[in-house]
């Protein structure tokens, strides 16, 4: 069903069976009813047709003006030439990866090919969720004496290891013939280590080839497993991720934000670089992996550091840097899960700041080998580094150095803005078929002027190790120390 249209359709059915649950709350009159017609009959209206037609005009009308505007600025080459070869270099740089997107295709599903997998799930104060993620996993079309499902619990503090009990003990009762007590299980690390400590040790228990890592917050479509294992019929892949939707897309105004973002990221931006076979970010929500290699830089992986800290975040670009020295990386379309992301503004920043040291981190690394791989790709990676890092600058040049000293106003400069956020959300309705195409416009404003200016904070402060978000052991510490320079602020009667 297309995103967007549920509340659009109205179809006439008929109740088939019905019956009456007894639960402790009262009984439920429970109906199951039969659509007189296929659903899908109802999406494929005229009127669809139309609105993709018309994105895809719109598509081509924006990026001939792009190029126009940027032709624009060769005119004024000569009275800042650093300033407006980054305007060219910037929007070739973008619309070259929507091109590669736009071409990218799914590795198609060969039946005779299903290897065996472990999914490793690991949990941290997860309760409200991690049920249902434990479900969707277990619930796969996959052979099943092939897979494998191991939550792992790093000492949770609020109900998780019961919930886990719970479901695993209500899936053996009703899928005992599934022979899933020896395919599901679980642990609970004797202390607090960590996110990486907990996803190797489901790796020392995995016993199958390959390994999939879910984060505890997500949710896992039935054939996920079976299209994410497909490009592993290449020898040299070493990793592969798969496509993460949002699925509390319709709590609020930022969650339909984020619906738009993820799509770009994964649909545009993930499946251009697997065209080179080099996606820099293998996504904690769903990714697959050789055991083998994980095992290789364990390690390594767990003993990170940068500048002297441990590296505690970014643990899914940090293992694809480790991958992609050696291997390939790919990314799959057709294996899709979902994911809860934040609704309030305060943890959806933090979260972005979190995820911008650990690209800056890890992207330092990648820097260090990306050359060896294909040219194209290389030159991709280098100029995707400088772009975000530079434009702040740029912006604020734009913005505000140009207005007020010389008192022009930036009118080709928010054309091209607008023109890019156009770009963004049309390529999310002709590719997504959403109403919320919208808010993908709406996202590009909001981040040239709220989220780009986390960036120079990242700069100066993208060793630190804490997550913000969660209380992990060196968020507790950055709080402890905190609250002792307010307490000695307060000795000194000064006013922090």
Known sequence: MPEGFESAVRIDASIVRQFVNKTESGDELMLAIEFEKPLTDYFQRKRWGYSVYSASALLFVSVLFIMLMRAESIIYFKYNMVLYLYSIIAALFLLTRYLFGALYRDVPINPGYTPGVSIIIPCFNEADWIKRTILSCINQDYPVEKLEVIVVDDRSTDQSVQQIQDMIELIHSEAERYATRERLTYTVLPVNAGK???????????????????????????????HLVQP????????????????????????????????????????????????????GPLSCYRKELIVQHADAWLNQKFLGRPATFGDDRSMTNFILKTHRT???????????????????????????????????????????????????????????IAAPVVVAYNLMYVPIVHGIFPGTFLMGLLLMALLMSLAHLLFRKSRLWVFGFVFCLFYEFVLLWQMPVAWFTFWKSTWGTRETPQDIEARLKKEARKRKGKKFGLPF
């Open 196 to 226: 990486r400590a907990a996803l190797v040790k489901g790796v020392e228990m995995a016993k199958h080839d390959l390994v999939v890592f879910v984060d505890s917050d997500s949710f896992l479509d039935p054939t996920a497993i079976r």
């Open 232 to 283: 592993f019929q290449d020898p040299k892949m070493g990793g592969v991720a798969g496509r993460t939707d949002v699925e509390n897309k319709y709590t609020n105004n930022m969650t339909k934000l984020q619906t738009v973002r993820y799509y770009i990221a994964f649909r545009i931006m993930k499946a251009a670089e697997s065209w080179f076979d080099s996606v820099t970010c293998l996504s």
């Open 330 to 388: 790919g990314y799959q379309d057709s294996a899709i899960c979902s994911t809860i992301v934040p609704s309030q503004m305060k943890v959806f920043l933090k979260q972005q700041m979190r995820w911008k040291r650990s690209w800056l981190r890890e992207s330092l690394r990648a820097g260090s080998f990306i050359w060896r791989k294909e040219p194209f790709m290389a030159l991709f990676f280098y100029i995707g580094l400088i772009v975000p």
